[in-house]
């Protein structure tokens, strides 16, 4: 599914990424865990093609295609999500007129006809109940006075919606109480599929508890340091970050 | 028409004039030699009334000339420019050879309106909607009210828009023959809007002198909607006089809605006089034009009165909108509430300067004003000047503005979510300007505001709809 080989990013000149190899096949869920400015959310920037990042080596490929070479909304497009770390307010875009373009958008790539009205407002009503987001939120604007825990139940709905194939969770459990967080990682394994995948970023065992990744890895000065399984969560959870530093 | 019009340039070639004084400039010694050569058929095709402040009008405007950019109140935009070159007028009332009807088709679906035209500066009553208005309410011709309600008109006319201060409004006043009354008497709610549609229509570039008044006496409800519409390829000059009285109690919505073309020039001034427990709404939106200066003035002069202010601007290319308003806080215990909002594209030019006087006496005044820019562009440029100035010590008053570019975390994160970049521009800027259009209170104008708004958005809107140019 995606495949990251010798990847260099920097921003405003400062080097970030300093070769990252990362291969994700169709239906695993990886984590990524490391200190604060580690490069973890260059990373998923990177991945979906934030324009402030700068790519100076290496390559991502995506179900075959040349990843960097596409536009953001193209990517999405084809398949790529990201749940943000801080959820953008958009006053004035209600979530539905923003949610319509988006699915509509994506559509229009895939050359199908745009969703009826009907159909569209059933699938808002239906997916909105995968994380149990109210329809007074549905129809605000687009985050515009949500809690925190809100944003983030709002960005899963979101994933609902758009039924990408690779998912990035980037800190999704920050500012989450108990049980928002059981219902966005609820959320979210009901949407996993064999053929999806995700990328889960954070600092915390708890999440990852729910989500049960495959592959933890641990990433540390730009580069991952170490792979394994579940029991690296457990590791650094009990030994934190120090015992991975060579 | 051509053969009958007066030609400016016929006088501007004349530098002996003994007008010709130093530091009026060119622009407006020209209309002074005009003025003085056709003033017996202005004064023919007029009336007395309208005729009467004629002669003191030129000369404040002998004394005055063009507003120049020095002037506080005409910093940012050039009025001896937009008057320079040279115009046709109508002075003699010559018919325009048109049928609104069939050039102008209803922009506003589902809005049940009480729908005049004014052709230039001429009411139309060739063919007038089928009577839906109440008795006693009067929409006509300002020329004919003239003849037939001298009273009425006496009361009113060029009473609130005075010419020893400002160039424009001499100027209107020399030359203005015509227009439009709208009258609702005492205690007379008016339910269907009435709709006006101003048609700038001519075979040569020409030059247009309105006036407008409107009055709303106490107890009385009207909601009026002024649409701009230049139908011809020309380049037009519009200078628009109105004055509004609102009397005791009355409660007056008022929308002005601007689609014209680049070669439109619009010098609209208004004038709103305020009575106790009174309200108004004064909604300004430029959708399309060229170079447009809408000045307004609301006094509150009774207690207890309420105004809300609304301006929308959507300019892209080179076009220049500038929109300068003051609130006059006469009383105590009135509200006022301003909000304008523009977004700027290419290297269009915006200026908002708004000023709130809050006199001594004026307690417990309560004012808000805000305006709030979008420069899409690196070239697009904005001039905001909010102006508070207080004399009243027990007052609640805010003012501020802002300009700024389009979010581009927002940009992004739509991006993200697989929105091509220009339709999330568009989404954006649909958004920032959609607060405005939500003050309107007329659902169906609201609605098709919306519409419009984003087909402007989308480059679908490029000169006016409804207009046979655009058919």
């Known amino acids: ?246 | 028409m051509n053969n009958n019009k007066k030609n400016i340039s016929s006088s501007k070639t004349d530098n002996s004039s003994p007008s010709g004084e130093v530091g009026r400039g060119v622009a407006a010694i020209q209309y002074i030699d005009l003025y003085r050569e056709c003033r017996d058929m202005i004064a023919e095709h007029s009336a007395s009334l309208l005729n009467a402040p004629r002669e003191q009008a030129l000369a404040d405007f002998e004394r005055l000339g063009f507003p120049t950019q020095k002037e506080e109140r005409y910093k940012y935009t050039d009025v001896a420019a937009a008057f320079a070159p040279d115009y046709g007028l109508n002075l003699q009332h010559i018919d325009i050879p048109i049928d609104p009807y069939q050039v102008f088709r209803c922009d506003v679906p589902n809005l049940s309106t009480s729908l005049y035209f004014v052709v230039n500066d001429r009411f139309y009553d060739k063919a007038l909607p089928k009577a839906m208005l109440p008795e006693g309410v009067l929409v006509m011709s300002l020329l004919e009210a003239a003849v037939k309600y001298p009273e009425l008109i006496g009361k009113y006319y060029a009473k609130q828009a005075r010419t020893h201060k400002d160039g424009i409004n001499a100027l209107n006043t020399m030359f203005c023959q015509d227009g439009l009354f709208i009258y609702v008497p005492k205690g007379v709610v008016v339910t269907r809007p009435i709709q006006i549609v101003n048609i700038l229509r001519a075979d040569v570039d020409l030059m247009v002198n309105r006036r407008v008044l409107i009055v709303v006496e106490e107890q009385a409800e009207a909601c009026v909607l002024f649409c701009d519409h230049a139908i011809d390829d020309h380049q037009f000059l519009t200078t628009q006089i109105s004055e509004v009285y609102i009397g005791e109690n009355a409660h007056l919505e008022l929308y002005e809605l601007e689609e014209t073309h680049v070669k439109n020039h619009r010098f609209a001034n208004m004038y709103v006089d305020q009575q106790r427990s009174s309200s108004a709404t004064i909604d300004s939106i430029t959708l399309h034009n060229g170079l447009t200066r809408n000045r307004t003035d609301v006094t509150l002069s009774g207690e207890y009165a309420e105004t809300n202010m609304y301006g929308c601007v959507i300019a892209d290319k080179q076009q220049h909108v500038d929109n300068n308003t003051l609130i006059d806080h006469r009383v105590s215990n009135c509200q006022s509430n301003e909000l304008y909002k523009y977004v700027l594209d290419d290297e269009a030019v915006g200026a908002f300067a708004g000023r709130v006087l809050v006199r001594e006496n004026a307690q417990k005044t309560v004012s808000q004003e805000t305006n709030a820019n979008l420069c899409a562009t690196d070239t697009a440029r904005m001039y905001t000047q909010p102006m508070l100035e207080i004399y009243a010590d027990d007052v609640k008053c805010s003012h501020g503005s802002t300009v700024g570019q389009l979010n581009e975390q927002a940009l992004f994160y739509m991006r993200q979510r697989g929105i091509p970049e220009a339709e999330a521009r568009m989404l954006l800027k649909f958004a920032f300007a959609g607060e405005v259009l939500d003050s309107i209170k007329m659902e169906p104008l609201r609605d098709r505001l919306h519409h419009l708004v984003e087909k402007r958005f989308r480059g679908e809107l490029s000169k006016c709809e409804g207009c046979r140019l655009c058919k």
């Open chain 1, 1 to 246: 599914m995606l495949e990251i080989r010798d990847l260099h990013a920097s921003i405003d000149g400062k080097e970030i990424l300093k070769g990252i190899n990362l291969t994700i096949k169709d239906g695993e869920v990886h984590a990524l865990m490391g200190q604060n400015g580690a490069g973890k959310s260059t990373l998923s920037n990177i991945i979906v093609g934030h324009p402030a990042y700068e790519v100076t080596q290496g390559s991502i490929v995506f179900n075959g295609q040349d990843l960097l070479a596409m536009a953001p909304e193209e990517r999405a497009h084809a398949g790529i999500f990201l749940s943000f770390q801080q959820p953008v307010e958009i006053p004035g875009v209600s979530m539905t007129n923003f949610m319509r373009a988006a699915l509509n958008a994506k559509r229009k790539a895939q050359g199908l006809e745009p969703l009826n009205a009907t159909d569209f407002l059933k699938m808002m009503r239906e997916r909105r109940k995968i994380v149990e987001l109210d329809n007074k939120l549905a129809n605000r604007s687009v985050n515009e006075g949500f809690s925190g825990g809100e944003k983030k139940r709002n960005e899963i709905f979101q994933m609902a919606m758009l039924e990408p194939t690779f998912s990035i969770l980037d800190e999704t459990d920050s500012g989450l109480d108990v049980d928002a967080l059981r219902i966005v990682a609820e959320g979210f394994n009901k949407l996993r599929t064999p053929q999806t995948s995700a990328l889960v970023i954070t600092h915390y065992q708890r999440l990852l508890d729910y989500l049960k990744p495959d592959i933890i890895h641990v990433l540390i000065g730009g580069q991952i340091v170490y792979t394994g399984g579940p029991e690296v969560a457990t590791m650094i959870e009990e030994s934190g970050f120090d015992q991975f530093i060579r």
